[in-house]
């Protein structure tokens, strides 16, 4: 039997997120290309963060997929928008959609002083262990100026681990589900004032679970 380790990387690393990103961004394209039809609650939401961040501030996208249709949004507010996402396909993907968009292969979990004026984490923080929830928000807090915007959106819930993959390929991922409460308390304790949360039920073509939208205001000082 070989001693040789395994290749597998540790699950919920940034290499487990390329490797499981790579592999089915063409199938969430598929799935969510037009996402934005039957989701009338999440773009209120997202005009909303857009118009709290003034004409031509810079934005980040965090954890774009393939899809790039939050950073396409942004952008058509007049925002200076760029995608970013761990996995190369899907940014390949997400430029090949919204050619007329910038995106990047970049970790979200390492854009301290970008010096940013938004940033929206759109389902971004589910291939990540919950344990790791207080330094991502750290980062996006250097990240953003005082007085930036942060809108978090993510599903409730308390899983942490490995499972079989909720969209639907026939991976093993691993996904994180949090809290109200873990999310507040994360935001507040990376110097964020959250301004409001609000927790919507799925709708009826969504995975059965509850939605957390969470927006907040970067401290001053």
Not at 136 to 162: C, F, H, M, N
Request: hydrophobic residues 40%.
């Amino acid at each position: 039997m070989s001693d040789a380790p395994s290749s597998v990387p540790e699950p919920g690393s940034a290499a487990d997120v390329v490797r499981t990103w790579d592999a089915r961004a063409d199938h969430y394209l598929r799935m969510f290309r037009h996402e934005w039809d039957g989701k009338p609650f999440d773009l209120d939401v997202l005009n909303a963060f857009a118009g709290r961040v003034a004409e031509g501030g810079r934005v980040y996208d965090v954890g774009c997929g393939p899809c790039g249709h939050v950073t396409e949004l942004l952008a058509a507010h007049g925002l200076d928008a760029l995608g970013i996402d761990l996995s190369p396909r899907c940014v390949t993907l997400a430029r090949q959609e919204r050619p007329a968009r910038r995106f990047a292969v970049m970790d979200q979990r390492d854009i301290a002083g970008e010096r940013l004026d938004g940033l929206v984490s759109y389902y971004s923080l589910h291939d990540q262990p919950k344990g790791q929830l207080a330094a991502a928000l750290t980062s996006w807090a250097a990240a953003l100026r005082p007085g930036g915007q942060l809108l978090i959106v993510a599903k409730e819930g308390t899983g942490d681990g490995v499972v079989d993959d909720p969209l639907g390929s026939d991976l093993r991922v691993y996904w994180a589900e949090f809290t109200e409460y873990e999310l507040r308390t994360a935001a507040g304790d990376a110097a964020f004032r959250v301004d409001d949360c609000t927790v919507r039920e799925a709708y009826d073509d969504e995975i059965p679970t509850r939605r957390i939208y969470l927006s907040a205001t970067r401290h001053r000082g």
